[in-house]
């Protein structure tokens, strides 16, 4: 699509979602990482009797739940997860025929955003994958939700980490005012269970799969009920302190490397140091441009990494400690389900506003990336 369309204005017309069938508690999650540890230092005994070897430290639910606010996490493959000698998410692979399983999430949380907007597939323009852990180098994860859905049209897939929600709601925006585009999915699929590093006591506990979908369309073609976009607002500042430097340039790594930063680190306290002023910063001199006072915004629906994270952004922005229902929580069940994390915030939790509500729903995370979206409810 090609020809620019007068007075483009991108709104946000549905939100999809897929939530895996299986959940894995804190103590289920505890049980399995001690009966690790408890092996590993059985069958190491010598060596770290002899200081060769350091002894594994056992988890705790209480620490899990205190650190984080995380309670449980939804995955696609629990058995595997759980499973000491296994300790990952293990995929049946699939012949190239079928439908990939990062794929297939998206689809399933599209075709909910879909249903909602009451839109027919044929009239959706581009497929926008927007996640953080693509599962292969190409092709595109969205060309493929894009035939999958019967999508005319063109995808692409971009990675901007926990901020590739927001990130793609911008550039679905800016197609439709450019006129590039008039109905954009935005899909995130997270399987962040791949990435994580199970057998690492400071992080074992942080990430849960799932799939949410954004529909992003001319205010001219969506329905009654929908979200003016006021504005979106991105930063990025580089930093090391989180990080996953897995990639076919270190595929064969051998066997005497070691690997655990081909998945998920971070330096979770300066996580939290630096990431809370960057976003409360974004956050403020975004609605202040967009001439809106705090008290303007119902409701918050930020990216769900750590509890104390969103309450002290909250408190910066609204300038009080927010209410549950001016920051709502997935985290204690969804765990951090990186990009996906905010839009599943905002689509479990927004029903309940008036026509006339603002609310912003905010991303941040690896980069350092942060995206900002104002929106106001219509219909
Ligand atoms: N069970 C029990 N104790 C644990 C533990 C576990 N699973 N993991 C760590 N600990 C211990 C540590 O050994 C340390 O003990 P010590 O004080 O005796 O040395 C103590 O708990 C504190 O560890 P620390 O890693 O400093 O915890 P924290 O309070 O900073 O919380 C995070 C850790 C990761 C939850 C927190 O830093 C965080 O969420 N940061 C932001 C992360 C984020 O948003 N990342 C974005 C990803 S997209």
């Given at each position: ?20 069938a299986d959940?894995?508690?804190?103590d ?29 430290q056992?988890?705790?639910v209480?620490?899990?739940e ?8 939804k ?52 497929v ?22 019967g ?6 897939d ?22 590039n ?18 057998r ?17 369309e001319?205010?001219d073609?969506?329905p ?24 076919f ?6 066997e ?6 081909k ?6 306290r300066?996580v ?47 300038g ?8 709502p929580?997935v985290l ?6 990186s990009s ?10 927004n029903?309940?506003?008036k026509?006339g509500?603002?609310g912003?729903?905010c ?6 990336s ?5 929106v106001?409810?219509?219909?």
């Open positions: 699509m090609t020809s620019a369309y007068k007075n483009a204005r991108p709104v946000i017309s549905a939100t999809g979602l897929f939530t895996p959940s894995i508690s804190n289920e999650l505890v049980e399995s990482f001690n009966a690790y540890v408890a092996q590993h230092n059985a069958q190491h005994a010598a060596a770290i009797d002899a200081g060769d070897v350091i002894a594994l056992p988890s705790s209480e620490f899990i205190k650190a984080s606010g995380i309670k449980a996490r995955v696609l493959s629990k058995a595997s997860i759980l499973d000491i000698d296994v300790m990952c998410p293990r995929f049946d692979e699939r012949p190239n025929d079928e439908l990939s399983v990062l794929a297939e999430i998206g689809v399933a949380a599209a075709r909910d955003a879909l249903a909602r907007a009451g839109r027919d597939a044929k009239d959706v323009d581009a926008l994958v927007a996640c953080s852990n693509l599962q292969r180098a190409y092709p595109a994860i969205a060309i493929e939700v894009q035939d999958a859905l999508i005319e049209g063109f995808g692409f971009m990675n901007v980490a926990c901020s590739s929600a927001t990130f793609g709601i911008q550039t679905a925006a800016d197609f439709i005012r450019a006129g585009a008039r109905s954009v999915l935005v899909v995130s699929p997270e399987i962040c269970s791949g990435h994580l590093n199970w690492d006591r400071d992080s074992h506990f942080i990430f849960g799969d799932v799939a949410t979908a954004v529909l992003v001319d205010a073609l969506a009654a009920q929908h979200w003016d976009i006021l504005g979106t607002q991105l930063k990025t500042r580089f930093s090391n302190n989180i990080r996953n430097n897995f990639g340039l270190n595929r064969t790594a051998p005497s490397r070691d690997d655990a930063d998945l998920f680190v971070q330096e979770g300066k939290f140091k630096e990431v809370v002023p960057m976003v409360g910063e974004l956050i403020t001199d975004h609605i202040a441009r967009l001439g809106l006072a705090p008290a303007d915004l119902r409701r918050l629906w930020l990216h769900q990494a750590n509890a104390g994270m969103n309450r002290l952004i909250a408190q910066r922005v609204l009080h400690e927010a209410s549950e229902d001016e920051s929580t204690d069940s969804y765990a951090n389900t996906a994390g905010s839009i599943i915030a905002f689509h479990l939790h029903e309940d506003l026509p509500d603002t912003l729903i991303s941040f995370g690896a980069g350092y942060a995206g900002s979206v104002v106001r409810k219509v219909g």
